[in-house]
């Protein structure tokens, strides 16, 4: 749908070719596709590589969390030089004399807990937010995913505007000059000539914003990547449309709610919440807790007789019940159960939010689709008017004037008919990013319709930030 039939279009985005290389004689390198972006941007990404390891760190609170509920065991050895001088003694036997010796000790002890509801409760508590980074790390994944089709068909995107621009540049240019050698054989009005000054010298200063937003467009794809692309390879011409499958919005919305890795998010936060609340009422209730140790004495002298060789074995069972703590732990449950309210809010908001998204992107498609197929004509009406206009023109029957607005018009309507295209390929993407299936296949299947190795000469290309950028037109 939507393609382009008209030769003289063909012509068109053909027509602007490289210009301004960095080093004389370069050719154009291999054009690196969707594809091989995101593979790039996998490893080089800091938001993601980023995300990675904050999800590497907070899956770590599950183990810490359960470490309450085993047992802990310590082994602790010591050795002391003592050394003793009696300096008064009621004993007759021992009334005076120095000694030294030394003293190993060492001790083993495992404490283990009996009974505590604050920790079954933070177990709890982790497993719901284990459950959260993991809806985290797919969210991750997918904005990464979304992220670079986004940056790179936002560069494609200013690419056709700049070469769109650059044939109404050279257009209105060769007009202008046409009327300025009417007006030095008295052919043609001063407004004229004024009139036509003016639109080339308009039409240059929105040549060279669309070429600095062109520039920044491939910085946005360098913010992923590390490395500014050489060339980016382009949309096909043809590109196949089609609804969404089911047509149905409300299968899509249920399939949101089950799948959108940001409500999973929010729901699990809700659980975690919940859990924490009963965690500090745990600080109402009361502990048990066992705690076994052995200990060996084994002191090598003193100054009273001879050493002394002492074990010792220990079993403890400790019952805490917490009486009264200034009202701390009331206080902390009433702040945990408004946190949990407020967690709640937060995951109706994240529903309606999804809701919105997958709407948005489900009529994007839609639209989309219609906007090609009627801008696809609209291409082809502008540029038979502006050949129209311009043999009347000739003939005298149409205004410089008219000529001027029906090439600026041309450039509007390829512009529009460009961004519905992509805006046709973003929605489908950002509609399963909704919906959270969103992978790499689909970024394989749209990478599918970018020229490739079929059309070597068809890709973007940039080689410095100082540089012209260098274009070519689009391959069928």
């Known amino acids: 749908m939507g393609t382009m039939n008209n030769a003289r279009w063909r012509k068109t985005t053909r027509a602007i070719r490289v210009a301004g290389l960095l080093l004389a004689g370069v050719g154009v390198a291999q054009a690196e596709d969707l594809s091989d972006i995101y593979q790039q941007a996998l490893n080089n990404d800091p938001t993601y590589l980023a995300g990675i390891h904050q999800f590497s760190a907070d899956v770590e609170g599950y183990i810490q969390a359960r470490s309450s509920l085993l047992p802990t065991v310590s082994f602790n050895v010591s050795r002391t030089e003592n050394k003793q001088d009696i300096k008064s003694s009621d004993n ?119 070429r600095t937003r062109l520039k920044d467009s491939l910085e946005m794809v360098s913010e992923l990547t590390g490395n500014t692309p050489a060339s980016l390879a382009l949309l096909r011409v043809s590109v196949p449309m089609a609804s969404p499958d089911p047509a149905s919005t409300d299968e899509w919305l249920s399939t949101a709610l089950e799948y959108n890795p940001e409500l999973k998010i929010r729901t699990n936060a809700v659980e975690a919440a919940r859990e924490e609340v009963k965690s500090l009422k745990g600080g109402h209730y009361p502990t048990l807790d066992l705690d076994i140790s052995y200990n060996n004495n084994d002191t090598q002298g003193s100054l009273y007789g001879g050493g002394s060789e002492v074990t010792t074995t220990a079993a403890t069972v400790s019952l805490n019940i917490p009486i009264y703590s200034g009202g701390l732990v009331s206080s902390r449950v009433r702040a945990a159960t408004d946190l949990l309210s407020r967690t709640m809010q937060e995951l109706e908001l994240e529903q309606r939010a999804v809701k919105r998204q997958t709407l948005s992107a489900y009529d994007g498609i839609l639209t989309d689709i219609a906007k090609v197929e009627s801008l ?98 689009q391959a069928d």
């Open 92 to 210: 007759q036997v021992f009334g005076s004399g120095s000694t030294s010796y030394p003293t190993d000790e060492y001790t083993l002890s495992i404490t283990q807990s009996i009974y505590s509801y604050s920790n079954w409760a933070r177990l709890r508590q982790a497993e719901a937010l284990n459950e959260r980074y993991q809806g985290e790390l797919a969210a991750l994944e997918q904005n990464l995913l979304i992220r670079t089709a986004e940056a790179y068909f936002a560069a494609l995107a200013v690419h056709e505007e700049n070469t769109y621009i650059a044939a109404e540049e050279k257009a209105v240019k060769q007009h202008f000059e046409l009327i300025e050698a009417k007006r030095k054989d008295g052919l043609a009005r001063e407004t004229d000539f004024l009139d036509a000054q003016a639109r080339y010298l308009q039409t240059k200063a929105r040549a060279l914003e669309i």
């Open 376 to 473: 696809a004509k609209s291409v082809e009406s502008y540029e038979l008017a502006v050949e129209a206009k311009r043999v009347g023109f000739s003939s005298g029957l149409t205004t410089s004037l008219s000529v001027l607005d029906a090439e600026r018009d041309l450039f509007f309507a390829r512009s529009e008919y460009a961004r519905a295209r992509y805006g046709y390929i973003l929605n489908t993407l950002r509609l399963k990013r909704a919906v959270g299936v969103l992978s790499e296949a689909d970024l394989t299947q749209v990478n599918g319709l970018l020229t490739g190795d079929q059309a070597g000469s068809a890709h973007l290309s940039a080689y410095s930030r100082t540089t012209t950028l260098a274009v070519v037109g």
